[in-house]
Structure formats: structure tokens, C-alpha cells
């Protein structure tokens, strides 16, 4: 009996064991992109004497280190659309062209499974002085493509890029449209696994730019793993399904698409570039710090915001020389409103509570869908708005009246009270984002983000229909 026992346990183990390796092995496939204790350094000299010494002299050092990709850590499934956000020279297109080979790491590894096609720096696998039709097979080669096969994608190239008889020119000749034009036919139209994006969709005229955001789209719906390098926010909720933000070389956030644009809001305001909440004031912090806050807050249904439903997770940061107290949303009455019809007026309002003396603020309001994605605002600097000067303790209301001529759906309200310093860069007092929940609705169906009042004419012509009557 025993016996018996324990051969069925051992078979369970087994089982489980070939289980659990089978799981592994399937999140092993999944993987597109492994990056494991990433470090790229470069050396720095003061003199160019410096680097000729170490040169014949090995021994003696003269260079300083630079680094640009420090200790850096990643993996990036099949079919994810990887949003990589960073201020300039935080080392995105650095950790890019590590990963499609032009740079070489100082430490650490990469693993890419499957071909990669990259849109970095168009072109630089063309010649200048073979034509264009030439450099499409060049290019080809370079991505690893036999003849065959790029005579397979060549008309597609051809049409792709559409730059006419030029086609046959050497690409010297080429201006940096009609250059873009075609080193983008190439490094799209071809059938890679991971498809690495930077800073490039938008090359070329409008119509062009129609064409790659198309071939974007067809990438994405195929579930290509793809990494996206913009300085767009509103690219990265649009088409992205996850989002890392890098500061100084180092990954900073890995998450959430909305939740890393607001990171990285706060990054370009200087502020919050630390896994801590820097800058960020809590209630409570507010509440110690000034008495009028907490006065205004003593009795939570003298509040507007009380009135609304309020949104648990408001994003809320700033340095503190202004805040943001209250907020609502009212009909044209003054009642209080959160559902409303997007053809009828409306007045949002904010009550801001002055700190520190302050000269021009900004004040400012968003309507933002569910994803994040700004869909309408203004701000007192937009409507060429002098606020002036407030004072230590003063409270301001600021009303903004307008229609929201959304489409129907549920939306978030955000506040905000910024302006510039004394060295004319933006500094934020205080934000309110995603503050309230409201809902809009439409008296008539809408096609797309937006609703359009449009008056339409329709006019009969009788003489040119009886012309066209005669010619048939």
C-alpha cells in the first residue's frame, strides 16, 4: 500500500515538474527582447592630448568616464507596444542602438529573438552614389534579406515611397524629403519581428506621414513587438500598451501607459525623477502646513468637489506655492452639474489658495478620457489672460465657461495653477489631474473624439444635370 503511495506521488511530482517546465518554456517563448545588467560607458577627455597619451601609453589614464547606460535591466513580451519616454539625453536612443547592434555595450547582454528592423537614424545603410533603386537591394542585404526576397518587396518599396523616376538617380541627388521618403519604404516594408521606432513616423509630407502612421497601425495589429521612442504623449496612449520612462541612463518607471505619462509629466517640470514621491504634497502635508487649507476644508460639504464624484487616485503634486482646494463643474445657473449635454454651456471652476507670493500665474483646466489621453483645455496664458499678482494667503476663483464638445463617454477634469520663474522655465505650484469624474452626453450620434454642429447645403443644379443628360 505504501509502495503504491508512493509511486503516486512520485508520478504527481513528475507531473507537476513537467508542468511547470512547460510554463517556463512557453514564458521563455514569449519573450522577444531580454536586456540583463545593461552598462554602456564612454570615455571623456578634457584635451585631445589626453586621448593621444593613452593611446601610445596605455598605462597612463587621462580619460574620464561618461555614463550613459547604467546597470539597466529589461524584458519585453511578443506583440507588446513598449513606449520608451526620457528627456533628451537620458540614453533612449542609446539603450535603441544597443539593442539593434550600432552600438556596442560596455557590460552586460542582449537577446533578440527574431529579425529586427529598426527606423533610427534613416539611411545609413545607403550609398550616396548608387541610385535609389540600388540602394533598396543595399539596404535589403544589410537586413539580412536574400535577392529573391527583395525582389519580392521591391514594388512595394517602390510604392511605399513614391519619389517617381527620381528612383533612378543617385540618392545624392535626392532632396532630404524624397531621401526620408525612401529609407523609410525600406525599413518598413519588411516582415521583422520587433520593429524599433524612433522619433521617425512623422517624415515627409502630410500624405506621407498618412502612409507610415497606416503602416504603423498594420505592425500592431499583426502583434510585431515594438519599441516607440517620442517625445509625443499623446503617441505613446494612443499606441502603446505598456511604458518605461529613463532618467540619466538608469529605467526609472516600468508600467502602466497612463500612469507613466503622468511620471513623465512630472519628470519635464522637474520634478519627480526619483523612485520617491518628490515633490508631491500630500493633504496632509497641506493641512500642517497652512491653517487657511485646513480652514477651507473644516466642513467637507462647503466644499464644491463634495458634489462630485471625486476621483480616489487624483494625481496631485507640485511645489507647494499654490494649491488647489476646490473644484466643480456648474451650469450657466451656478448649479452644481456632472452629467451634462456636449452642445450646452458650461462653467468649470477652480479655487486656488495662494502660499508664497506669486507674480502671473497660469491657471489652467484639462478634459482627459479614461486612458489618459487629453482631449480638449485651455489655460489664462492661452486666452492671453493677464492674471497679475497674488499675494501670501490670498484664494482665487477661476471660472472657465465654455461648451465641451466632446463625444458622449465618461471623462476626468484636471486642474492646475503653474507659471514661469524668474529664469522663464515652467514651474508647477500645483496639479489637480484627473480631479474630478464626469459624464457627457449628445442629443445626436458623433463620429469620432469630437461633436460637430456643421450646417450643410444642398443645392440641385438643373443646368449641369440636364448637360449630362444630353452627353449620355
Known sequence: MENHQNELSKKIEEKETIQEESQEEKNEKEVAIRITNLCKHYKMFARKKDRIVETLFPAYQRHGIFSAMEDFNLE??????LGVLGKNGAGKSTLLKMITGVV????????????????LELGTA????????????????VMGLSNDEIK?????????ADIGDHLYQPVKTYS????????FACAINVDPDVLIVDEVLSVGDMAFQLKCFKKFEQFKEKGKTILFVTHSITDVLRNCTRTIIIDAGRKIFDGGVKEGVERYKKI???????ESKEGLLTDQELLAK??????????STNTWKSHFMENPNVINYGNGDAEVIDYGMFTIDGDYISVLENDREVVLKSKVLFKKDVKDPIFTMTVKDFKGLEMCGTNTLIEKIATGNFKKGDVVTVSFRQKINVAAGKYTLSFSCTHFDHRGELEVLNRKYDALLIEVLSTKD???????????????????????????
Open 268 to 274: 519635464i517640470v522637474g520634478l519627480g525623477t526619483k
Open 126 to 141: 545607403f550609398n550616396p552614389e548608387l541610385t535609389g533603386i540600388a540602394n533598396i537591394y543595399q539596404h535589403g542585404q
Open 104 to 119: 556596442t555595450p560596455t557590460s552586460g547582454n542582449i537577446e533578440v529573438k527574431g529579425k529586427i528592423s529598426s527606423l
Open 446 to 472: 458623433t463620429v469620432g473624439l469630437m461633436r460637430l454642429d456643421c450646417d450643410i447645403q444642398i443645392e440641385k443644379m438643373k443646368e449641369e444635370a440636364e448637360n449630362e443628360t444630353r452627353k449620355q
Open 176 to 183: 532630404s524629403g524624397m531621401f526620408a521618403r525612401l529609407a
Open 76 to 81: 519585453v513580451r511578443k506583440g507588446e507596444v
Open 290 to 299: 497652512n491653517p487657511n487649507y485646513q480652514a477651507n476644508l473644516k466642513n
Open 152 to 160: 519580392a518587396k521591391e514594388q512595394e518599396i517602390i510604392e511605399f
